[in-house]
């Protein structure tokens, strides 16, 4: 009896490791659908983990590219997702940095949408003991994107001062805490729209907020510089906004474009940049990956190092169960949302 008992449960365990629920993406533009799915080949190779998934962010990303709006495409059917957290399960005879167990975060190229994935190990951390798997899942991408674009692009110095566009917002948050809590700007000034949106930037460290649904930013940021203007501005939105930062540059001041949130790529006159001495630069902190990747392994570090410091802690602003991903699809295209909006993979309902 003990060993049919043994047996028994042998057979469930490899059940429950083969046996996963994703969300797929079946066709472009249509609804994700939820799936159980049964895969004898879901093992990590020599130098990858089996996860155990607890939370995937969402990045704007993933919503474009089950748009076929994405730069590259995936043949579908596909899960998307690429920012998880969750419980090692298995490691590959190669990985020596991970153990099963282990509470981390990682990057993966798809199939984060679901309640296990495989893993490259060496885009696999170890989640800081003051993050949580919950808060952990708006870690990397955002806080990665802002610091980087802050030090290696803009070459921000402490007591410069600093515009947020966008400010509650995932990566604009990222930006705001890091301006504030690490290289302790002298004015890091959120732009937002609403006071609980202001409150919520203020909350990781805004010194000022501009409503720009309700003041005028040029003369905003003139009265809170004091006629100087920003040393540096953070902008994912573009469209007209973008102008009216380049214009609200000081003397040798540097606006970085991070993205388009408003639908609208900005164009600018040149000339603008030359009276200022000033510099307009982008980034793609995604391509670094593939393209230097030092300089992307190294952002992630120094986040994790902020993250256990105490200096960054990411904001979640909405939570939903896996079986709603379309719900929070539409939810975050329609930018109401503040910080991350996260799936759990554990829930079943729809609240908080």
Known sequence: ???????????????????FTAAVCTEISKPLEIQQKKDHQLSPYDDEVLL????????????????GKYQSSIPVPFTPGTEVTGIVEEVGKNVKT??????????????????????????????????????????????????LALTRKANLQQGESVLVTAAAGGTGLAAVEIASKVFKSKH??????????????KSKGATDVIDYKQEKLRSRIGEI?????????????????????????????????????SGKIP?????????KSGSAMGLFWG?????????????????????RLGNITPHVGKEFPLNKINEAF??????????????????QDSNL
């Not at 155990?52 to 748009?67: E, H, M, P, R, T």
């Not at 509470?103 to 495989?118: A, D, E, Q, R, Y």
């Not at 391509?287 to 993250?307: G, H």
């Open 1 to 19: 009896m003990h060993r049919l008992a043994r047996l028994t449960q042998a057979i469930v365990s490899e059940a429950r490791r083969t046996m």
């Open 188 to 201: 890091v000034i959120a732009a937002c729209g609403g006071p609980e949106k202001g409150n919520i930037a």
């Open 330 to 347: 539409q939810y975050v295209m329609g930018r109401g949302s503040t910080g991350k909006v996260i799936i759990s993979m554990d829930r």
């Open 267 to 275: 164009s600018i006159p040149a000339n603008l940049l030359l009276l």
């Open 98 to 147: 991970l153990k099963k167990g282990d509470k981390v975060i990682s990057l993966i190229m798809n199939g984060g949408f679901s309640t296990h994935c495989i893993s490259p190990a060496m885009f696999t951390w170890k989640l800081p003991s003051s993050v949580d798997l919950r808060a952990g899942a708006g870690l990397i991408v955002n806080y990665g994107t802002a610091y």
């Open 225 to 261: 510089t004091g006629g100087d203007g920003v040393n540096v501005v953070f902008d994912p939105v573009g469209g007209d906004m973008f102008l009216d930062c380049v214009k609200s540059l000081a003397r040798e001041g540097r606006i970085l474009t991070i993205g388009y949130a």
């Open 287 to 307: 391509e670094y990956r593939i393209m230097n990747t030092p300089v992307f392994m190294k952002s992630v570090e120094d986040v994790l190092e902020q993250a």
């Open 52 to 67: 155990s998934v607890k939370y995937c962010g969402i990045n704007f990303a993933d919503i474009l590219v089950c748009q």
